[in-house]
C-alpha cells in the first residue's frame, strides 16, 4: 500500500506560479511511474504530466507544455509538479498518483494509488 500526500495548492491569480509536491509513504518511487492529474468541477479527471523516477523520462498533456514542469525531488519518494503562467480554466484539485512499474501512462486507469489531492484555484 502506498499513501500518497499532495501540498502546494492554493489562490493565484491568473499568469502565476505555483509548485505542488507529492510525497509517497514508501521509501523510493524506483521503478516506478509517478502522474499528476487534475479534475476540475462537473468534469473528468484529466492527465496532466507524469515522471518515469529511475530514468527521468517524463510526459506532459499538450494543454500544459512549455508551462508546466514534472521532477524529481532530491527525496527519492518526492516529486514535483511547477506550474507556470496558470490560467484560470486550469483551477480543479490536482492529484498525485503512483503506478507500480516503470512504464509512464496518461490514463487514470493506469494508476494503483492516489492522494488525497490539492485544491489550485486561479482567479481572473
Known amino acids: 500500500q502506498v499513501q500518497l500526500v499532495e501540498s502546494g495548492g492554493g489562490l493565484v491569480q491568473a499568469g502565476d506560479s505555483l509548485r505542488l509536491s507529492c510525497a509517497a509513504s514508501?521509501?523510493?518511487?524506483?521503478?516506478?511511474?509517478v502522474g499528476w492529474f487534475r479534475q476540475a468541477p462537473g468534469k473528468e479527471r484529466q492527465f496532466v504530466a507524469a515522471?518515469?523516477?529511475?530514468?527521468?523520462?517524463?510526459t506532459l498533456a499538450d494543454s500544459v507544455k512549455g508551462r508546466f514542469t514534472i521532477s524529481r525531488g532530491n527525496a527519492k519518494n518526492t516529486v514535483y509538479l511547477q506550474m507556470n503562467t496558470l490560467k484560470p480554466e486550469e483551477t480543479a484539485v490536482y492529484y498525485c498518483?503512483?503506478?507500480?512499474?516503470?512504464?509512464?501512462?496518461?490514463?487514470?486507469?493506469?494508476?494503483?494509488?492516489w492522494g488525497q489531492g490539492t485544491q489550485v484555484t486561479v482567479s481572473s
Open positions: 498518483a503512483d503506478r507500480v512499474e516503470w512504464e509512464l501512462g496518461e490514463l487514470d486507469g493506469q494508476y494503483d494509488y
Open positions: 515522471i518515469n523516477w529511475n530514468s527521468g523520462s517524463r
Open positions: 514508501i521509501r523510493t518511487f524506483s521503478t516506478h511511474a
